[in-house]
């Protein structure tokens, strides 16, 4: 499933002014994470799947008897629509720009961005998705100034991150990194950045969108050099960090994790040679 939301994600793209959060909120490591139960409606990360959403980042509703579409239906061009297969989401009221709607596993998936707007705490944002004008989910949850999530693609019944060599290509088990390479690695949930980009449109080329907070990313237990945390160019809501892997790294499936003073994403691999 995880495969699936990340093709549907960035599919739409290639392959709002910074939030105005009324206060800084950020997730409890040591919060236990409750299990979905069958016919449960939730809105999560869509790169870490954990519950809650993040100003300006990407967010996905799992749900049943959300909308009639049987397959996929993904979003083209710039700025994203706020209808999608007569499916709509409002954040607080805010129309979301609309990624995919799609019905898979069983359940329904619908990827939006969450309106750079929406305010930050506990139980501060509440989420309305609309099948033909027709509320057939509400459901609130936590919104964090931050939430850093890993877009991950599945493997050999692993987890890798979605990370790209200089050349563009994925890196991967069977094009894995090299230890000193510069690579970009795709993230979510990063939070504020330097400069508005409103809700649905491309973050810039030119100038880059840097995020507020630094970022640290630990690769089997090293720590790479950080050349660009931000907005990745051309995509709507994705994150990039640019970063050097340490040299002495040793071969194998290793962990990786970006880490910030206030969060921290999950863990998954990344293959070196």
Request: charged residues 15%.
């Amino acid at each position: 499933m995880k495969f699936i939301v990340l093709i549907a994600l960035f599919a739409a793209q290639l392959f709002a002014a910074p939030g105005a959060a009324s206060k800084k909120f950020f997730r409890d490591p040591k919060a236990a994470v409750k299990p979905k139960q069958a016919g449960d409606t939730v809105v999560v990360n869509a790169a870490s799947f954990l519950v809650g959403v993040s100003p300006g980042a990407l967010a996905t509703v799992f749900g049943t008897n959300l909308t009639d579409v049987n397959g996929e239906i993904s979003a083209v061009g710039n700025p994203l629509p706020l209808v999608l297969a007569n499916v709509a989401v409002d954040v607080n009221g805010v129309p979301a720009p609309m990624f995919s709607v799609a019905y898979e596993d069983g359940q329904d998936v619908i990827n939006f961005q969450v309106p750079w707007e929406t305010p930050t705490g506990h139980g501060a944002a509440e989420v309305q998705v609309y099948d033909y004008g027709q509320l057939v989910a509400d459901v609130v949850v936590d919104s964090f100034t931050e939430d850093p999530g890993i877009f991950g693609y599945q493997e050999y019944g692993n987890t890798y991150a979605v990370a790209l060599h200089d050349d563009f290509t994925l890196i991967g088990p069977n094009n894995p990194a090299s230890p000193g390479e510069i690579i970009v690695l795709y993230a979510n949930g990063l939070g504020p950045v330097n400069q508005p980009v409103a809700d649905g449109f491309a973050a810039p080329s030119f100038p880059l969108a840097d995020t507020e907070d630094a970022f640290a990313v630990t690769i089997g237990g090293e720590t790479a050099a950080i050349y660009f945390a931000g907005l990745a160019p051309e995509f709507v809501g994705v994150y990039q960090i640019n970063l050097a892997l340490p040299p002495d790294l040793p071969a194998g499936d290793l962990t990786i994790r970006i880490d910030s003073a206030f969060a921290n994403s999950q863990t998954v691999l990344l293959s070196v040679q």
